[in-house]
């Protein structure tokens, strides 16, 4: 049977307009400080420009070397980076990926907060109740693997019997729909369950900051990102970096406090059907001893079932 997870109260915001994140509103800022930081981390010699003298200020670009190798003047990058951005064009955009490296992700993110910028009169709103659909529910369960779909805030929006039990630290003891994010920066248990969880943690904010870039002003979102910032250093440090990413593989390994180490390699597939919404597919190597926890997992989370069938 399946476990489909129903959106419950959202919490209190706890944005405070002096934290890091201000409710997704100040798009400029947004875009000077991710151009601002995505600059300093690319030398000179990095980006093939000759270096003369040692007086240098700046470890990364200056704004006139990035304005060169995008092909525009400096007086244009500037009113770029520091967020006008009305009539900016595709391929002054594209020339500033090219001039800073971004990768794709990065790219995404530039290209969305550019048009969110651009929109008129943008309000925040809340973000309607997400509901997965029966039809892939009931893919989820026909799967034998773990699987939950997620969305883009890290939210837990069904899961098959499985992927409950592989996640159910993080099913346990929620009021609402439960959130990866939010266990991972919260719960003092999640850095015994998950291995690597500096990675989890980096990702984890990566994947909300592209999240931010697309729907700045969902109220769940910013209410999330508020929470987050108000009540965790460790996100608040990650936050500031404006680090991007977009994940669709990987491995990870988890503690599980029934069966031990597990460690999977997951799967992410796009849902174009339900846009934002993703299956998130878990997988062992075949006769591994992570294939047998998660056997043995998979017998302790079909016992009840079995036994009501008797």
């Known amino acids: 049977m399946g476990v489909p997870v129903e959106r419950g109260t959202a919490r209190t915001s706890l944005i405070d307009p002096e934290r890091p994140y201000r409710a997704g509103v100040d798009t400029k800022s947004e875009i000077r400080e ?53 009539g900016v064009s595709e391929d002054v955009l594209e020339g500033i990926v090219r001039a800073l490296q971004l990768d794709e992700a990065e790219r995404n993110h530039l290209f969305d907060l550019v048009r969110t910028a651009n929109r008129a ?18 893919v989820l369960d026909q799967m034998t693997a773990p699987a939950f779909v997620g969305n883009g805030r890290s939210d837990l929006l069904a899961a098959n019997q499985l992927g409950a039990a592989l996640y159910s630290p993080i099913f346990e003891d929620v009021s609402g729909t ?52 108000t009540r965790s250093d460790e996100f608040r440090t990650r936050w500031a970096t404006h680090n991007v990413n977009i994940h669709r593989t990987g491995t990870k390994t988890i503690h599980h406090p029934l069966v031990g180490p597990i460690t999977v390699a997951y799967e992410v597939l796009e849902l174009p059907g339900d846009p934002g919404q993703r299956i998130n597919v878990y997988t062992a190597e075949p006769s591994s001893p992570s294939q047998e926890a998660l056997d043995l997992l998979a017998s302790w989370a079909t016992a009840p079932a079995d036994h009501d069938s008797h």
């Open 34 to 86: 991710f151009l601002s930081t995505r600059r300093a981390r690319i030398t000179p010699e990095q980006a093939g420009l000759a270096v003369y003298g040692t007086n240098r200020r700046v470890t990364g670009l200056r704004r006139e070397e990035v304005a060169m190798l995008a092909g525009i003047s400096a007086e244009y990058y500037v009113r770029i980076e520091r967020g006008t951005v009305n």
């Open 121 to 138: 009169n943008p309000t925040r709103r809340k973000t309607p109740q997400a509901r997965v659909r029966p039809a892939i529910q009931r």
């Open 178 to 229: 439960p959130n990866v994010a939010r266990f991972t920066f919260l719960n003092p248990h999640a850095k015994d369950f998950f291995d690597d969880w500096d990675d989890i943690a980096s990702n984890s904010v990566a994947t909300l900051r592209a999240e931010a870039g697309r729907d700045p002003h969902d109220r769940n979102l910013t209410d999330l990102i508020g929470e987050l910032s």
